[in-house]
């Protein structure tokens, strides 16, 4: 079971996140716990979960740090949105948020590895790396 964690650049103090969750086998598994921890500096969070081929969100929506059960068919998958506000959006600082997915105890993962994940993003004046000279 991996998940996979993306920053998705929205509007100018909204953060989203997106977390794949995919069942790569061999086994179904029922009732697997997907949790992120989202970064200091993030408020008014919210989350969705969308079930892919395969998959099923036990949990579909929530606030503050997604902690859901999905079922997943090997192969299957399931998308969680992740939207929070920048509680400070002028304050550079580098925000990073994980995700990891939890096999029930009757499931064995062959490879737990690859159940964690994160993605980070920068904050404010710096936040793409360049700033271009005042023009006079």
């Keep these: 079971i991996e998940p996979v964690t993306e920053f998705v650049p929205s509007t ?13 086998g061999p086994s179904d598994v029922i009732e697997a716990v997907v949790a992120s921890e989202l970064g200091a500096g993030l408020v008014d969070i919210d989350w969705t979960c969308e079930a892919g081929p395969g998959g099923s969100c036990v949990d579909e929506a929530g606030t ?10 090997t192969g299957g998958s399931a998308t969680y949105l992740i ?25 064995s993962d062959p490879d737990i590895n690859n159940n964690e994940d994160e ?11 360049f700033e271009s000279p005042p023009i006079p």
């Design 12 to 24: 100018e103090n909204e953060v989203q996140f997106i977390v794949v969750v995919t069942n790569s």
């Design 64 to 73: 503050d740090d997604v902690a859901g059960l999905v079922d997943l068919e």
């Design 83 to 107: 939207t929070s506000v920048l509680a400070d959006p002028d304050s550079d600082q580098d925000i990073t948020s994980s995700a990891i997915i939890v096999e029930p105890e009757n499931v």
């Design 119 to 129: 993605a980070a993003i920068r904050t404010g004046v710096f936040a793409d790396g």
